[in-house]
Protein backbone atom coordinates (compact mmCIF):
# COMPACT_ATOMS: atom_id res chain seq x y z
CA UNK A 1 0.00 0.00 0.00
CA UNK A 2 1.33 3.65 -0.99
CA UNK A 3 2.38 5.82 1.81
CA UNK A 4 1.23 9.69 1.33
CA UNK A 5 3.45 11.88 3.43
CA UNK A 6 1.56 14.68 5.20
CA UNK A 7 2.64 17.76 6.19
CA UNK A 8 3.20 16.53 9.97
CA UNK A 9 5.41 13.55 8.51
CA UNK A 10 7.06 15.90 6.77
CA UNK A 11 8.09 17.95 9.50
CA UNK A 12 9.80 15.24 11.17
CA UNK A 13 12.52 15.23 8.76
CA UNK A 14 13.23 18.96 10.53
CA UNK A 15 14.77 17.29 13.85
CA UNK A 16 16.96 14.71 12.03
CA UNK A 17 20.43 16.10 12.54
CA UNK A 18 22.43 17.86 9.61
CA UNK A 19 25.23 15.31 8.61
CA UNK A 20 27.08 18.45 7.55
CA UNK A 21 26.77 21.74 9.36
CA UNK A 22 27.93 25.30 8.73
CA UNK A 23 30.62 27.02 10.46
CA UNK A 24 30.03 29.32 13.47
CA UNK A 25 33.50 30.90 13.57
CA UNK A 26 34.24 34.64 12.21
CA UNK A 27 36.42 36.17 10.04
CA UNK A 28 36.62 39.38 10.46
CA UNK A 29 38.85 40.18 7.40
CA UNK A 30 38.05 37.71 5.47
CA UNK A 31 39.32 36.29 1.57
CA UNK A 32 36.56 34.98 -0.83
CA UNK A 33 37.43 31.86 -2.37
CA UNK A 34 36.10 30.67 -5.26
CA UNK A 35 34.10 27.65 -4.46
CA UNK A 36 34.86 24.03 -5.96
CA UNK A 37 32.91 21.41 -4.06
CA UNK A 38 29.02 22.09 -2.90
CA UNK A 39 27.43 19.11 -2.22
CA UNK A 40 23.31 18.16 -1.13
CA UNK A 41 22.54 15.61 1.48
CA UNK A 42 19.78 12.67 0.64
CA UNK A 43 16.11 12.73 2.09
CA UNK A 44 15.32 10.29 4.19
CA UNK A 45 12.33 10.47 2.87
CA UNK A 46 13.56 9.75 -1.08
CA UNK A 47 11.89 6.78 -1.51
CA UNK A 48 8.44 7.52 0.13
CA UNK A 49 5.54 9.21 -1.66
CA UNK A 50 5.04 12.52 -0.74
CA UNK A 51 1.38 14.36 -2.03
CA UNK A 52 2.56 18.21 -2.27
CA UNK A 53 0.05 20.43 -1.21
CA UNK A 54 -0.49 24.26 0.19
CA UNK A 55 0.18 23.38 3.65
CA UNK A 56 3.40 21.36 3.71
CA UNK A 57 7.02 21.02 3.56
CA UNK A 58 9.86 19.34 1.63
CA UNK A 59 12.90 19.34 3.81
CA UNK A 60 16.43 19.41 2.50
CA UNK A 61 19.63 19.91 4.13
CA UNK A 62 23.66 20.71 2.27
CA UNK A 63 27.15 21.55 3.33
CA UNK A 64 28.40 25.17 2.59
CA UNK A 65 30.96 25.80 -0.30
CA UNK A 66 34.00 26.78 1.07
CA UNK A 67 34.74 30.42 0.83
CA UNK A 68 37.31 30.75 3.10
CA UNK A 69 35.69 32.25 6.16
CA UNK A 70 32.09 31.58 7.52
CA UNK A 71 30.21 33.66 4.36
CA UNK A 72 26.49 34.06 4.94
CA UNK A 73 25.29 33.10 1.89
CA UNK A 74 22.15 32.97 -0.25
CA UNK A 75 21.00 29.85 -1.28
CA UNK A 76 18.12 29.17 -3.83
CA UNK A 77 16.44 25.79 -5.03
CA UNK A 78 15.63 24.87 -8.33
CA UNK A 79 13.16 21.90 -9.51
CA UNK A 80 13.65 19.31 -11.72
CA UNK A 81 11.81 16.19 -13.33
CA UNK A 82 13.90 13.24 -13.94
CA UNK A 83 12.64 10.53 -16.30
CA UNK A 84 15.30 7.87 -17.72
CA UNK A 85 17.93 8.99 -15.47
CA UNK A 86 17.98 12.69 -17.05
CA UNK A 87 16.69 15.53 -15.45
CA UNK A 88 14.97 18.42 -16.83
CA UNK A 89 15.54 21.75 -14.80
CA UNK A 90 12.94 24.56 -14.50
CA UNK A 91 14.02 27.55 -16.64
CA UNK A 92 13.52 30.20 -17.92
CA UNK A 93 14.64 32.07 -20.87
CA UNK A 94 17.69 29.62 -20.94
CA UNK A 95 18.55 30.70 -17.61
CA UNK A 96 18.18 28.36 -14.39
CA UNK A 97 14.26 29.49 -12.56
CA UNK A 98 14.71 29.11 -9.04
CA UNK A 99 11.74 29.33 -6.42
CA UNK A 100 11.00 32.57 -5.08
CA UNK A 101 11.90 31.60 -1.45
CA UNK A 102 15.57 31.77 -0.51
CA UNK A 103 17.54 30.61 2.32
CA UNK A 104 20.83 31.77 4.13
CA UNK A 105 21.30 28.54 6.19
CA UNK A 106 22.57 24.79 5.44
CA UNK A 107 18.65 23.74 5.48
CA UNK A 108 15.54 24.56 3.88
CA UNK A 109 12.00 23.86 4.45
CA UNK A 110 10.93 23.89 1.29
CA UNK A 111 6.88 25.00 0.46
CA UNK A 112 5.19 22.69 -0.59
CA UNK A 113 3.14 25.19 -2.58
CA UNK A 114 6.36 26.36 -4.49
CA UNK A 115 7.67 23.05 -5.41
CA UNK A 116 4.09 22.25 -7.18
CA UNK A 117 4.00 25.75 -9.32
CA UNK A 118 7.50 24.94 -10.49
CA UNK A 119 6.09 21.10 -11.55
CA UNK A 120 3.41 22.49 -13.45
CA UNK A 121 5.61 25.49 -14.86
CA UNK A 122 7.73 22.38 -15.99
CA UNK A 123 4.84 20.79 -17.63
CA UNK A 124 3.90 23.96 -19.70
CA UNK A 125 0.60 24.52 -17.99
CA UNK A 126 -0.03 27.92 -18.88
CA UNK A 127 -3.31 28.65 -16.37
CA UNK A 128 -5.36 26.43 -13.72
CA UNK A 129 -8.12 25.44 -16.85
CA UNK A 130 -5.53 23.68 -18.52
CA UNK A 131 -4.23 21.47 -15.75
CA UNK A 132 -4.01 17.60 -15.86
CA UNK A 133 -2.83 15.59 -12.92
CA UNK A 134 0.40 13.67 -14.02
CA UNK A 135 0.42 11.62 -11.05
CA UNK A 136 3.57 10.65 -8.94
CA UNK A 137 7.08 11.20 -10.62
CA UNK A 138 10.58 11.41 -9.77
CA UNK A 139 11.17 14.92 -8.71
CA UNK A 140 14.94 16.63 -8.16
CA UNK A 141 15.74 19.40 -6.15
CA UNK A 142 19.41 21.50 -6.53
CA UNK A 143 20.84 24.45 -4.85
CA UNK A 144 22.45 27.57 -6.29
CA UNK A 145 25.15 29.03 -3.58
CA UNK A 146 26.14 32.92 -3.85
CA UNK A 147 27.18 35.65 -2.02
CA UNK A 148 25.68 39.29 -2.56
CA UNK A 149 26.72 42.75 -1.07
CA UNK A 150 25.29 45.26 0.40
CA UNK A 151 23.46 46.83 -2.60
CA UNK A 152 21.80 43.03 -2.77
CA UNK A 153 23.95 42.47 -5.94
CA UNK A 154 25.48 39.13 -6.57
CA UNK A 155 29.30 39.31 -6.19
CA UNK A 156 30.89 37.60 -9.14
CA UNK A 157 32.53 34.65 -9.28
CA UNK A 158 30.90 33.18 -5.75
CA UNK A 159 28.24 31.24 -7.81
CA UNK A 160 28.40 27.85 -7.16
CA UNK A 161 25.71 24.73 -8.35
CA UNK A 162 25.28 22.11 -6.14
CA UNK A 163 27.53 18.65 -7.47
CA UNK A 164 24.99 16.87 -6.63
CA UNK A 165 20.73 17.00 -6.77
CA UNK A 166 18.47 15.07 -4.06
CA UNK A 167 16.09 12.96 -5.11
CA UNK A 168 12.43 12.04 -4.23
CA UNK A 169 11.19 8.75 -6.49
CA UNK A 170 7.46 9.60 -5.97
CA UNK A 171 6.32 13.18 -5.72
CA UNK A 172 2.84 14.38 -7.55
CA UNK A 173 2.16 18.19 -7.60
CA UNK A 174 -1.37 19.72 -7.99
CA UNK A 175 -3.41 22.39 -9.53
CA UNK A 176 -0.94 25.16 -8.51
CA UNK A 177 -0.96 26.64 -11.51
CA UNK A 178 -1.08 30.88 -11.03
CA UNK A 179 -3.01 33.10 -13.33
CA UNK A 180 -2.54 36.66 -13.27
CA UNK A 181 -4.86 38.60 -11.03
CA UNK A 182 -7.54 41.54 -12.20
CA UNK A 183 -9.59 43.82 -10.79
CA UNK A 184 -12.79 45.50 -12.30
CA UNK A 185 -13.88 48.95 -13.34
CA UNK A 186 -16.83 50.39 -12.15
CA UNK A 187 -18.56 53.68 -13.37
CA UNK A 188 -20.88 54.89 -15.66
CA UNK A 189 -19.19 53.15 -18.81
CA UNK A 190 -20.77 49.98 -16.82
CA UNK A 191 -23.56 51.88 -16.14
CA UNK A 192 -22.98 51.91 -12.39
CA UNK A 193 -23.98 48.60 -12.90
CA UNK A 194 -23.90 46.92 -8.80
CA UNK A 195 -20.79 45.21 -8.60
CA UNK A 196 -21.72 41.37 -7.23
CA UNK A 197 -21.20 38.09 -8.76
CA UNK A 198 -25.00 38.22 -10.74
CA UNK A 199 -23.39 40.83 -12.94
CA UNK A 200 -20.23 39.20 -13.72
CA UNK A 201 -20.83 38.60 -17.73
CA UNK A 202 -21.25 42.58 -17.78
CA UNK A 203 -17.74 43.25 -15.80
CA UNK A 204 -15.63 40.82 -17.63
CA UNK A 205 -14.66 42.99 -20.15
CA UNK A 206 -14.11 45.58 -17.60
CA UNK A 207 -11.03 43.80 -15.89
CA UNK A 208 -7.28 45.00 -15.66
CA UNK A 209 -5.20 42.02 -15.60
CA UNK A 210 -1.41 41.70 -14.00
CA UNK A 211 0.86 40.69 -17.24
CA UNK A 212 1.49 36.97 -17.45
CA UNK A 213 5.40 37.27 -16.23
CA UNK A 214 4.18 39.73 -13.26
CA UNK A 215 2.17 37.67 -11.80
CA UNK A 216 1.82 38.82 -7.99
CA UNK A 217 2.82 42.16 -8.80
CA UNK A 218 -0.38 44.08 -7.61
CA UNK A 219 -0.19 46.05 -11.06
CA UNK A 220 -3.12 45.87 -13.17
CA UNK A 221 -3.35 46.80 -17.10
CA UNK A 222 -6.18 46.85 -19.10
CA UNK A 223 -7.19 49.26 -22.30
CA UNK A 224 -10.47 50.11 -22.53
CA UNK A 225 -12.67 51.79 -25.71
CA UNK A 226 -15.15 54.16 -23.94
CA UNK A 227 -17.56 56.75 -26.03
CA UNK A 228 -18.28 60.23 -25.19
CA UNK A 229 -20.01 61.05 -21.53
CA UNK A 230 -19.80 63.75 -19.58
CA UNK A 231 -17.91 63.55 -17.06
CA UNK A 232 -16.12 60.52 -17.45
CA UNK A 233 -16.75 58.68 -13.60
CA UNK A 234 -15.51 55.76 -12.61
CA UNK A 235 -13.40 53.85 -9.58
CA UNK A 236 -11.64 50.28 -9.22
CA UNK A 237 -12.93 47.12 -7.45
CA UNK A 238 -10.54 43.84 -6.07
CA UNK A 239 -14.22 41.71 -6.48
CA UNK A 240 -17.69 41.92 -7.50
CA UNK A 241 -19.10 41.81 -3.16
CA UNK A 242 -21.39 44.74 -3.90
CA UNK A 243 -20.85 48.97 -3.12
CA UNK A 244 -19.25 48.51 -0.20
CA UNK A 245 -16.45 46.29 -0.22
CA UNK A 246 -13.14 45.75 -1.98
CA UNK A 247 -13.55 49.24 -3.56
CA UNK A 248 -10.64 51.66 -4.58
CA UNK A 249 -10.82 55.44 -5.40
CA UNK A 250 -9.30 58.81 -5.37
CA UNK A 251 -10.53 59.27 -1.61
CA UNK A 252 -12.68 57.99 0.95
CA UNK A 253 -15.91 59.69 0.65
CA UNK A 254 -18.57 58.65 -2.12
CA UNK A 255 -18.11 61.28 -4.33
CA UNK A 256 -16.47 62.80 -7.51
CA UNK A 257 -12.65 63.94 -7.40
CA UNK A 258 -12.44 66.18 -10.56
CA UNK A 259 -9.61 65.39 -12.76
CA UNK A 260 -8.07 66.30 -16.19
CA UNK A 261 -5.67 65.12 -18.76
CA UNK A 262 -2.40 66.97 -19.62
CA UNK A 263 -1.15 65.87 -22.70
CA UNK A 264 -3.67 62.68 -23.17
CA UNK A 265 -2.42 61.47 -19.54
CA UNK A 266 -3.05 61.36 -16.42
CA UNK A 267 -1.12 60.34 -13.08
CA UNK A 268 -2.49 60.22 -9.62
CA UNK A 269 -3.06 57.98 -6.48
CA UNK A 270 -5.35 55.14 -5.46
CA UNK A 271 -6.53 54.80 -1.91
CA UNK A 272 -6.68 50.96 -0.96
CA UNK A 273 -6.44 48.44 2.33
CA UNK A 274 -8.04 45.25 2.86
CA UNK A 275 -9.51 46.68 6.10
CA UNK A 276 -11.21 49.79 4.87
CA UNK A 277 -13.55 50.65 1.64
CA UNK A 278 -12.77 53.77 -0.56
CA UNK A 279 -15.38 54.98 -2.98
CA UNK A 280 -14.71 58.52 -4.26
CA UNK A 281 -14.67 58.35 -8.17
CA UNK A 282 -12.41 59.62 -10.67
CA UNK A 283 -14.31 62.63 -12.56
CA UNK A 284 -12.61 64.24 -16.26
CA UNK A 285 -15.20 66.05 -17.75
CA UNK A 286 -16.25 65.92 -20.91
CA UNK A 287 -14.68 63.14 -22.37
CA UNK A 288 -14.99 63.10 -26.09
CA UNK A 289 -14.92 59.74 -26.22
CA UNK A 290 -11.26 57.40 -27.62
CA UNK A 291 -9.02 54.73 -26.09
CA UNK A 292 -8.19 54.88 -22.47
CA UNK A 293 -5.18 52.51 -21.42
CA UNK A 294 -4.79 52.25 -17.62
CA UNK A 295 -2.42 51.66 -15.21
CA UNK A 296 -3.01 50.54 -11.46
CA UNK A 297 -0.49 50.03 -9.01
CA UNK A 298 -1.79 49.33 -5.52
CA UNK A 299 1.42 48.58 -4.30
CA UNK A 300 3.14 52.39 -4.85
CA UNK A 301 -0.71 53.45 -4.62
CA UNK A 302 -0.34 55.28 -7.71
CA UNK A 303 -2.44 54.98 -11.62
CA UNK A 304 -1.95 56.26 -14.80
CA UNK A 305 -4.88 57.06 -17.51
CA UNK A 306 -3.88 57.25 -20.82
CA UNK A 307 -5.32 58.49 -24.01
CA UNK A 308 -4.11 56.46 -26.91
Known amino acids: MKKIFNSLLLAMVAALPMLTSCSDDNDSNPTVTQPTEFTINASPLAEQYIQLASDNNVYLTWSQPNYGFNALATYQIQVGLVKD ?73 TGIVSDNYATFKHMAAYNAVKSPAYIYLVGNPTGWTTPNAGNLETYIPWRLYE ?98
Open 85 to 157: GNVTWNTKNGAPKYLKTTYTTCKAAISGEEIAESICDLDGFKDADSYVDQGFREVALRVYSSLFNANEEEIPN
Open 211 to 308: KPDEIGSDVYYGTFEIPAIDPLQFRFYRELLGWDLTSMGPQEADAGVDCAFANGSYDGSIMWDKNSFYKGSWNFGAFAGGTITMKVDLKKKTVNFTIN
